[in-house]
C-alpha cells in the first residue's frame, strides 16, 4: 500500500501539492506563507486562505522552491 501512494505522491501535479500545503483557516497566516514564498497577499479557495494574490502566482512561487 506505501508503494501504491509513494507512486501516486510522485504522479501528483504541482498545483495538487499546492493546495495541500498551501490553505489555511486564517488570511494572516496565508499572508505571512506568501511573504515566505516571495510573493504579496492571499486569496481565498473553498472557505480556506491561501499564500499569494491568486493561484498563479502561487504555483510561480512554488515551482522556484
Known amino acids: 500500500m506505501n508503494f501504491i ?3 501516486l505522491f ?5 498545483f495538487v501539492l ?3 500545503k498551501g490553505m489555511y483557516k486564517t488570511q494572516a497566516e496565508a499572508e ?7 510573493c504579496k497577499g492571499s486569496h481565498q479557495n473553498n472557505g ?6 491568486d493561484e498563479s502566482n502561487l504555483h510561480k512561487e512554488l515551482r522556484k522552491q
Open 5 to 7: 501512494l509513494a507512486i
Open 48 to 53: 480556506l486562505w491561501m499564500p499569494c494574490a
Open 10 to 14: 510522485c504522479l501528483l501535479p504541482n
Open 32 to 38: 505571512k506563507r506568501a511573504l515566505e514564498l516571495g
Open 18 to 20: 499546492a493546495h495541500s
